[in-house]
């Protein structure tokens, strides 16, 4: 990107903001909310914070991974998205503390585990 058209750190954040409300409507109109906690410019890095119904709700992991891979592609200054919900500092990386904390990983229809006790899908 040239001197010429580079954004100021407050339209950037503008940016960073209509992004998210163009993008995933869904997170207000099911209670939720996004907000920029933290831009380094210089890195490209940014990290926004998921609240409200967020937090808990079961498909946030797949919004942060929306997030994620959307932003990137549509903001020239952003190159990494780490993304937090009130769950135990979930991270769009799925590193620590992913889907929620607790050391829990998703489980699906079908898949056991040796310590799996819970009950069978009926499909």
């Not at 898949?111 to 819970?118: I, M, N, R």
Request: hydrophobic share 30%; glycine share 16%.
């Amino acid at each position: 990107m040239s001197v010429e058209t580079e954004r100021s750190e407050d339209e950037l954040r503008e940016a960073i903001s209509n992004f998210l409300r163009r993008n995933f409507p869904q997170i207000q109109m099911h209670g939720g909310s996004a907000a920029i906690q933290g831009l380094d410019r210089e890195s490209g890095e940014v990290t926004v914070a998921l609240g409200g119904a967020c937090s808990g709700c079961g498909i946030s992991p797949m919004t942060i991974q929306a997030i994620k891979s959307r932003m990137v592609k549509e903001i020239p200054e952003i190159n990494k998205v780490h993304a937090e919900t009130g769950m135990g500092g979930m991270d769009a990386d799925m590193g620590e503390g992913g889907f929620g904390g607790g050391g829990m990983s998703p489980s699906f229809p079908g898949e056991t585990t040796e310590d799996d006790e819970g009950p069978q899908a009926p499909f």
